[in-house]
């Protein structure tokens, strides 16, 4: 039986009914486990999406066909090394460009919620009162977001971050996300727009690589899962 993988623009699918076969997407990477980012940058997330679907004997069979599967990036870079595989440049210049300047997320899990009321000393619920916004998420979920700046910097920004050292793992995970790394064109064209990229410190591959499945894995936390457990 012939299997043909197919790859379609996750804007294409976002409002149709196969949406509801892909599993949770993740920050600046469209949809987790089948699918992998182009270069370019959602509105909601750091990339667009592509997913795949499975012609079988010429019927198309949707995204749960490909649930149990690795993700597609993950086999490419089975099948030959990745471009970094050297390792890449990256030192911070601070020019601010990936906390603020234009309209987007900063996601965040339940992890990064717990460490940035320890380091404010404040509940849960006084945090995300005072520091965050619900978000319209894939597949009808609502999660938790950090508020933006009328000028759209990071509600955290202040001439640098007010919570460094606590600051979420999407933030300091950048830029080794998974999307960017997808391919050397892909880096190239984020680097454009930060000046850190491709300049200072050399990180090896296996730091890039535990960085990005980091990055993958801090899922945010939901509305539902927030009033389940900070529920006063």
Known sequence: MDVVLIALPY???????????????FRGSGIRLHCFATRLRGPLHGGVGWCGLALVNHSILFLHLLWHFPPIHAITKNMQEPFYKN????TCKRCSFCCGHSPGFVYLSKSDLERLCAYFKMTAPDFAQ???????????????????????????WKD??????????????????????QD????????????????????????IDKTSTAYDQNTP????????????
Not at 161 to 181: E, I, K, N, V
Not at 188 to 207: F, H, I, R, T
């Open 160 to 181: 640098g971050c007010t919570a460094y050292q606590s600051r979420p793992l999407q933030c300091s995970t950048y830029p080794f996300w998974s999307w960017m790394l």
């Open 130 to 156: 005072k520091y965050c916004r619900w978000a319209n998420y894939y597949h009808g979920t609502t999660v938790l977001a950090l508020q933006e700046q009328k000028n759209y910097d990071c509600i955290l």
């Open 184 to 207: 050397q064109a892909t880096w190239n064209e984020v680097a454009q727009d930060c000046p850190g990229m491709n300049s200072g410190q050399l990180w090896p591959k296996d730091y």
């Open 11 to 25: 804007y294409s699918l976002a409002n149709s009914t196969v949406s509801p076969f892909a599993s949770p997407p």
């Open 221 to 232: 936390i939901t509305k539902e899962q927030f009033d389940t457990l900070y529920s006063e």
């Open 87 to 90: 390792g890449l440049k990256f």
